[in-house]
């Protein structure tokens, strides 16, 4: 039997806790792009996954709720802009 690994249950419960929230579950596509631009040069990148968490990248990238695991981050959990009422 192929258990799923605690991180991955995890991340979906932040993402069902953000969609919940009325939080956003995805980032948009240009946060994506500027999330994929750091970790294709980081020293941490072992194909398609990321060896200090271990997760797969193309998942975790596009989870607002994720963040980067190196120290510092390279890139944080994505939070949507404020709107201002006009």
């Known amino acids: 039997?192929?258990?799923?690994?605690?991180?991955?249950f995890y991340a979906a419960a932040r993402a069902v806790q953000a969609a919940a929230t009325g939080q956003p579950v995805l980032v948009p596509?240009?946060?994506?792009?500027?999330?994929?631009?750091?970790?294709?040069?980081?020293?941490?990148?072992?194909?398609?996954r990321?060896?200090?968490?271990?997760?797969?990248?193309?998942?975790?990238?596009?989870?607002?709720?994720?963040?980067?695991?190196d120290n510092p981050p390279r890139w944080d959990k994505y939070a949507q802009p404020e709107t201002t009422l006009h």
């Open 29 to 48: 596509p240009e946060i994506l792009a500027s999330r994929q631009a750091k970790c294709d040069v980081c020293p941490h990148l072992n194909g398609k």
């Open 50 to 69: 990321c060896s200090l968490c271990k997760c797969f990248l193309q998942p975790k990238l596009k989870l607002a709720t994720e963040r980067c695991p």
């Open 1 to 8: 039997m192929h258990l799923i690994p605690t991180r991955i």
